[in-house]
């Protein structure tokens, strides 16, 4: 028997399935970690190019390792050592069949808003690779564009900050401080309010509180 936080997160995918199609992205829902990879996976053919951005639903999920161990040929940009390396990986990057990431926060009526750093996952999103896909937890969902980018700057950034070890004001404080500081990861704001390309963009919503 579906608990009552389950059957609303499911109502919920319904609705921001629908106005996912409405801006020309695919939605999905799975109703956990485990059916979210699978679903992820189905995408992957073998020989397929594969890179991903810096996610920890990704990892929470298990999708990561589950690409390692796949038959996919993988672009993975932290596996460049010199300036150039990175410059040539980024570059394949962008032709890539399939991109991995998630979102900072998505709203009620079907967009998603993303907060950026140095803006390479972002700058995937908005173009290059063939097919992206957003695997994100219901927790990412908020009323409205103002209260998506709050997300981020109060309750995404200040643990991503902490995560990646980085001296920001919010890293240390847990609160947002709409710092200038050398490490800020709050450079790029990017809201995706349709895909250009039908079908380019595509969401596999998860029934559960996943990353930050």
Known sequence: MQS?????YENLADSLIEQFSRRQIEGYYAKDKEEAKDIACRFLTPGCTVAWGGSATLSEIGLIDAIRSSDCVIYDRFAP??????????GKIATADYYFMSSNAITLDGQLVNIDGHGNRVASLIHGPQNVIVIAGMNKVTADIDNAIKRVHHFAAPPNAARLNLKTPCAET??????LSPDCICDQIVITRRSFIPGRIKVILVGESLGF
């Open 81 to 90: 050592e010199t300036p150039e390396e990175k410059r040539e990986m980024f």
């Open 4 to 8: 009552p936080k389950e059957i609303y």
């Open 174 to 179: 847990g609160k947002c401080h709409n710092c």
